[in-house]
C-alpha cells in the first residue's frame, strides 16, 4: 500500500524543529500495525501538492495550528483536492485539522468548541463504528489538542465517535472517507513536552487538565490498526 500524506502543520519553531515532524509520526504509526507500507510526504502548507494523486492508493491529512478557516491559498487548493479525491473515491483518513478540512470542503461548518481548548488525552466513545473499527475499545482514548470542531457534518456523514465536549469526534462518507478530530499520530512523550511548550499560552485550567489526562495511555495501535483496515476494505471495495 502506498498513502500519500498531505502536512498541513505549520508550526516551524523551536519546539517543533526539535521532535519529529509530521512526515515521521505518521510514518511510525502507519509502520506500527504494517511496516511494508509507504508513506509519502508532501507539504501542502507550503503549496507542495501531488502532480497525480490518483497514483496513491489512499491519503492522509495531517493536524495544524492553522484553522480551515484560513484565508491563506494553500487552505483553499487543499479544500479543492479533498473535493476531487472524494469524488474520485479514493480513500481518505484526516486527523483534527485534516478531520475539520475534509468537513468544510463537503458542505459542513466548523466553528469555535465551546467549552474552550480540549487539550491532552481524552475519550471518544464509539456511537455508530465502521467495520474497519472493530479493533478499538468502546471508549477510545487519544491524545488532542483543538479549539475548533466540526459542527455540522457534510451530506451522506454519519458520526462514527463523539463525546461531551466534542459531539462530532469522527465520521465516515460510505466506505472511502474516514475522519477523527484527534491525533492517532501523538505520542505521550510528544503531547508531555507540546503541554509543557504551552503552558505559559493557554489557561492554567487547562494546562492542569491535560497533564492529569496522561496518567492513562492512549489507544494508539488500535487506532493505527483501524486506519490500516480502512485503507484496506477501501482497497477491496475499489
Given amino acids: 500500500m502506498h498513502l500519500a500524506l ?107 468548541n465551546p467549552g474552550g481548548w480540549v487539550f491532552g488525552r481524552t475519550e471518544t466513545a464509539l456511537t455508530e463504528p465502521a467495520p474497519w473499527m472493530d479493533p478499538l475499545p468502546p471508549q477510545t482514548g487519544l491524545y488532542a489538542a483543538h479549539v475548533e470542531q466540526v459542527t455540522a457534518l457534510p451530506a451522506g456523514a454519519r458520526i462514527l465517535t463523539a463525546s461531551s465536549e466534542c459531539p462530532v469526534g469522527g465520521f465516515a462518507i460510505g466506505d472511502h472517507v474516514y475522519t477523527t478530530q484527534y491525533h492517532p499520530e501523538m505520542t505521550r512523550a510528544f503531547i508531555a513536552a507540546l503541554i509543557d511548550h504551552l503552558a505559559n499560552d493557554k489557561p492554567a485550567e487547562v494546562i492542569t487538565r491535560a497533564r492529569a489526562s496522561l496518567a492513562q495511555p492512549a489507544n494508539t495501535q488500535p487506532f493505527a490498526e483501524s486506519i490500516a483496515r480502512f485503507f484496506e476494505q477501501a482497497k477491496t471495495q475499489g
Fill in 6 to 112: 498531505l502536512m498541513a502543520n505549520t508550526d516551524e519553531s523551536d519546539f517543533a524543529r526539535a521532535h519529529p515532524r509530521d512526515s515521521e509520526k505518521f510514518e511510525t504509526l502507519i509502520h506500527l500495525v504494517r511496516p511494508g507500507w509507504t508513506v509519502q510526504s508532501f507539504s501542502v502548507k507550503d503549496g507542495v501538492f501531488p502532480e497525480d494523486i490518483s497514483v496513491f492508493d489512499g491519503v492522509m491529512i495531517t493536524g495544524s495550528p492553522a484553522s480551515v478557516h484560513d484565508p491563506d491559498p494553500w487552505v483553499a487548493d487543499l479544500l479543492a483536492l479533498i473535493r476531487r479525491i472524494v469524488a474520485a473515491r479514493q480513500p481518505l483518513f484526516g486527523a483534527c485539522f485534516g478531520h475539520q478540512a475534509i468537513a468544510l470542503a463537503l458542505g459542513g461548518q466548523v466553528g469555535p
